[in-house]
C-alpha cells in the first residue's frame, strides 16, 4: 500500500505561508444486523490563533476551529435508515443545531441525483454548511465500501444493453484499454466515428 508520504505535488514556486488546513475523512462499515454505514468527518485548524470578527469563540492556532461529521447508515439499495451528526468543535454557539436539518435525508437513496437531493431537502440557511459540504462526496464513498459485495455480480446495464461502468471516469473511457478489456464489444477505438 502507498504511504501519504509518497504523495507529491511539483515543487512551489516560491516561499509560501500555509494559511488553513482542512482534512476529511471517510470510512465505510459493514454492521452484523445487515446495514452499512457511511461517516464523514471535516477538521479545520488554522496556523495562527483565530477569532471570528462577527463573535464566536477565539481559537488558538493548531486547535480545531470546526470538528464535525456525519454518518449515513444504509442498506445495500444504498437506501438511507440512519443520520447522525456530531459536532465537537464549532465558532459558534448555535451550529450544532444545524446538523438537525439532516434527518430530511432518511428514506433518500445514494445514488444518481444524490446532490440535486441534497441541495432540495437541505437548505443552506436552515443547515450546517460544513456537515452539508461532507454530505456530496458521501455517496461515491458509500458506493466505494460496497465494492466488495458487487465484485462477482454481472455489470449493471443501461436500456441498451451496455454496462454503466463505460465513460463513467476516464480509466472506463470507451477508448481506453480496461474498456477493450473488460467490455470487448463496447469498445471504440479513439479514432473510431461511433
Not at 465537537?88 to 440535486?116: I, M, N
Not at 484499454?177 to 471504440?188: F, I, N, Q, T
Request: glycine share 8%.
Amino acid at each position: 500500500m502507498k504511504n501519504e508520504s509518497t504523495r507529491s505535488f511539483p515543487q512551489p514556486s516560491g516561499p509560501r505561508e500555509e494559511l488553513h488546513f482542512r482534512r476529511i475523512d471517510m470510512r465505510g462499515f459493514r454492521r452484523p444486523d445487515g446495514l452499512y454505514e457511511i461517516e464523514g468527518c471535516i477538521v479545520d485548524r488554522k496556523p495562527h490563533e483565530f477569532a471570528p470578527n462577527n463573535g464566536g469563540r477565539a481559537v488558538a492556532a493548531g486547535e480545531p476551529i470546526h470538528d464535525m461529521g456525519v454518518r449515513l447508515v444504509f442498506d445495500e439499495s444504498m437506501l438511507i435508515h440512519e443520520v447522525h451528526t456530531f459536532s465537537a468543535d464549532f465558532p459558534y454557539p448555535h451550529c450544532p443545531e444545524g446538523g438537525k436539518v439532516l434527518q430530511a435525508l432518511t428514506g433518500v437513496r445514494l445514488s444518481g441525483g444524490w446532490a440535486k437531493e441534497v441541495r432540495a431537502r437541505i437548505p443552506v440557511a436552515d443547515s450546517c454548511t460544513h456537515l452539508r459540504e461532507i454530505l456530496m462526496p458521501m455517496a461515491s464513498a458509500a458506493f466505494q465500501s460496497l465494492t466488495m459485495l458487487r465484485l462477482n455480480q454481472p455489470p449493471r446495464l443501461d436500456a441498451e444493453g451496455r454496462p454503466l461502468k463505460i465513460d463513467s471516469c476516464y480509466a472506463y473511457g470507451r477508448q481506453r484499454e480496461l474498456v477493450r478489456v473488460r467490455y470487448p464489444a463496447h469498445y471504440r477505438p479513439a479514432d473510431s466515428q461511433e
